[in-house]
């Protein structure tokens, strides 16, 4: 499948900006089942752009500098995307819990999609005791890894409420456990912690997926939104693979991979700091659009 996606973020500030830096994460990563067309960022007003550098983690990092007045500031990017990526299958083969986290702890592989990177607490997913426990009722140490992670997928979906309302992008997982209430962000990061305490090696995945409109309704343009997953590594033949806790499915055809790190912090589309009074505003318009 070819998508078109574009992605605009509109900062609005309430009295004039005499300086702004920040950090985008914006452009796609190369990834298993992934083709990128092109990419281009536009800012506006005109910045200075630097070259865009890898992340200690799967992630292209762009950074700009604003030095001129300025009450609004505007972010678009744009790319084509190929994808031609199967739902992974449950096969009596695959690796254990035990064996797959027992294969982590000896990999070798120093690379940024190393195991060893998501093996441990991160700044927001620290292990939890009652995530840990929950978790490990599906993630039992003889079943098979693809399985288990399937089992845990559909189980976060069919008990939490997606509610955008209430968290925030500070929210802890152990605050939206407790909610049981949340968005994709939270049902990652309770994932990812989670699997981590069973010794899985468990990464958070920035990018978009395809939605569908109503039966006899057309798609609407600009009403899509940025979502995030979680990537498995299901040792080392079946490598990593994506679970989304929030719709009970694995990553396959309508999911687009943008970037990978530990948690939210590590990918965030835009980050940064800027000098002025009073607060912002933020408005975001995401489009996922199939190119027929």
Same mark, same amino acid.
């Given at each position: 499948m070819i998508y078109d996606i574009s992605h605009s973020t509109r900062f609005r500030y309430a009295s004039p900006v005499r300086f702004a830096r920040c950090n985008l994460r914006l452009k796609p990563i190369d990834w298993d089942g992934q083709r990128i067309a092109g990419h281009r960022v536009t800012v506006t007003p005109r910045a200075t752009m630097g070259a865009t550098r890898h992340g200690g983690y799967p992630v292209n990092v762009t950074r700009i500098v604003i030095d001129q007045p300025s009450r609004e500031l505007l972010i678009e990017s744009r790319f084509r995307v190929v994808v031609d990526r199967a739902l992974p299958d449950v096969r009596p083969e695959?690796?254990?819990? *035990?064996? =797959?986290?027992?294969?982590? $702890?000896? %990999?070798?592989? !120093?690379?940024?999609?190393?195991?060893?990177? &998501? +093996?441990?607490?991160?700044?927001?997913?620290?292990?939890?005791?009652?995530?840990?426990?929950?978790?490990?009722?599906?993630?039992?140490?003889?079943?098979?890894?693809?399985?288990?992670?399937?089992?845990?997928?559909?189980?976060?979906?069919?008990?939490?409420?997606?509610?955008?309302?209430?968290?925030?992008?500070?929210?802890?997982?152990?605050?939206?456990?407790?909610?049981?209430?949340?968005?994709?962000?939270?049902? *990652?990061? =309770?994932?990812?912690?989670? $699997?981590? %305490?069973?010794? !899985?090696?468990?990464?958070?995945?920035?990018? &978009? +997926?395809?939605t569908y409109p109503p039966p006899g309704k057309p798609r609407l343009v600009g009403a899509d939104a940025t979502h995030a997953w979680v990537m498995l590594w299901c040792g080392e033949e079946r490598g990593w693979l994506g679970f989304d806790p929030t719709n009970a499915c694995a990553m396959g055809g309508d999911h687009i991979v943008t970037a990978v790190g530990r948690d939210y912090a590590d990918i965030s589309p835009i980050d940064g700091i800027f000098l002025g009074r009073n607060k912002q505003t933020i408005h975001v318009s995401v489009d996922v659009a199939p190119v027929e």
């Amino acid at each position: 499948m070819i998508y078109d996606i574009s992605h605009s973020t509109r900062f609005r500030y309430a009295s004039p900006v005499r300086f702004a830096r920040c950090n985008l994460r914006l452009k796609p990563i190369d990834w298993d089942g992934q083709r990128i067309a092109g990419h281009r960022v536009t800012v506006t007003p005109r910045a200075t752009m630097g070259a865009t550098r890898h992340g200690g983690y799967p992630v292209n990092v762009t950074r700009i500098v604003i030095d001129q007045p300025s009450r609004e500031l505007l972010i678009e990017s744009r790319f084509r995307v190929v994808v031609d990526r199967a739902l992974p299958d449950v096969r009596p083969e695959d690796p254990s819990v *035990a064996e =797959v986290a027992a294969a982590a $702890l000896v %990999a070798r592989d !120093l690379s940024p999609s190393a195991p060893a990177n &998501y +093996l441990f607490a991160s700044p927001m997913v620290p292990i939890e005791p009652d995530i840990a426990a929950w978790c490990a009722q599906e993630l039992t140490p003889d079943r098979g890894i693809v399985e288990a992670a399937y089992a845990l997928t559909r189980r976060i979906t069919a008990e939490f409420r997606y509610d955008g309302d209430a968290t925030g992008l500070e929210t802890t997982p152990a605050e939206a456990f407790e909610k049981r209430h949340g968005v994709c962000q939270d049902f *990652a990061h =309770v994932m990812i912690s989670g $699997l981590r %305490a069973a010794g !899985l090696p468990a990464a958070y995945v920035s990018g &978009y +997926l395809r939605t569908y409109p109503p039966p006899g309704k057309p798609r609407l343009v600009g009403a899509d939104a940025t979502h995030a997953w979680v990537m498995l590594w299901c040792g080392e033949e079946r490598g990593w693979l994506g679970f989304d806790p929030t719709n009970a499915c694995a990553m396959g055809g309508d999911h687009i991979v943008t970037a990978v790190g530990r948690d939210y912090a590590d990918i965030s589309p835009i980050d940064g700091i800027f000098l002025g009074r009073n607060k912002q505003t933020i408005h975001v318009s995401v489009d996922v659009a199939p190119v027929e």
